[in-house]
């Protein structure tokens, strides 16, 4: 039954992801620290992320901007190696309250970079993935601050989501390679990633027909309702 819990929603999840660019680790990050805890559900959702942004890599290979995608992942990859390095000598309990303040607090943070319209350069991004590979390594997903982030580089609809998802597949793997240094990836975890991975591709390719369809507000909307109710439920267990 936990399986297909996790297989039900990472099918959502992968689903939304590839109509939004993020909110797969919002929907499942929950579901993973009730069933595995937190620090086991860190690994997990980074590998199932690699297979999901992989999934819409696939979906959208001729659209990526690799200038872009370079110059982000040239700090951001080292800055999730350096973060996993941290999230490790944290105990699990602050590793819920941080997952959880930090999913909330995004909802301004959000709305804060929203109104800036502020056009970003390949200088930028490089400036900008430092800090954002590093608080990745640490809760999991960034995305609501590197999907204004690349929009504001002048990327949109499938070129933003397999531009963003290219640059987010090398985060994840240097956070998984980072895990498998310092032995945080028992077979089990390899095994749930894989099994929650799969469910997030195919809701990537499930994606594909609905993306020019969503308007800006309802993206809004819908990414502050999932950083909310996700960070709610996340601080809830984490003080029961």
């Known amino acids: 039954m936990s399986y297909l819990l996790v297989l039900a929603v990472g099918l959502a999840a992968g689903t939304l992801s590839g109509v939004i660019g993020t909110g797969s680790s919002m929907l499942l990050m929950p579901v993973l620290v009730m069933l595995s805890g937190p620090q086991q559900a860190v690994p997990i959702m980074a590998i ?10 696939l979906a ?11 110059a982000y992942c040239s700090t951001a990859v080292p800055g999730a ?3 996993v390095r941290t999230l490790l000598a ?14 909330v607090a995004m909802v301004p943070a ?10 970003f350069s390949r200088w930028h991004l490089a400036a900008i993935g430092g800090p954002v590979g590093f608080l990745t390594g640490i809760v999991v997903s960034t995305g609501p601050i590197t999907v204004p982030v690349f929009i504001g580089y002048g990327l949109v609809k499938g070129a933003f989501l397999a531009t963003e998802a290219a640059g987010s597949l090398a985060v994840y793997g240097a956070k ?3 895990f498998d240094h310092f032995g945080a990836l028992p077979l089990h975890v ?7 991975g799969s469910a997030l591709m195919a809701g990537a390719f499930c994606a594909r027909r609905i993306v020019v369809r969503m308007s800006p507000g309802t993206f809004r909307l819908v990414v502050d309702g999932l950083m909310l109710s996700s960070g709610l439920s996340l601080l809830w267990a984490a003080g029961r």
């Open 190 to 196: 390899v095994l749930d990633g894989l099994i929650t």
């Open 110 to 119: 959000r709305r804060w970079l929203a109104r800036r319209a502020v056009r």
């Open 60 to 70: 959208w290979w001729r659209e990526i901007d690799w200038r872009a995608c370079g």
């Open 81 to 83: 190696a350096l973060g």
């Open 176 to 178: 998984v390679a980072t």
């Open 90 to 103: 944290l105990p699990p309990h602050a590793v819920e309250i941080a997952l959880g303040l930090f999913f």
């Open 48 to 57: 199932a992320a690699i297979m999901g942004n992989f999934g819409k890599v």
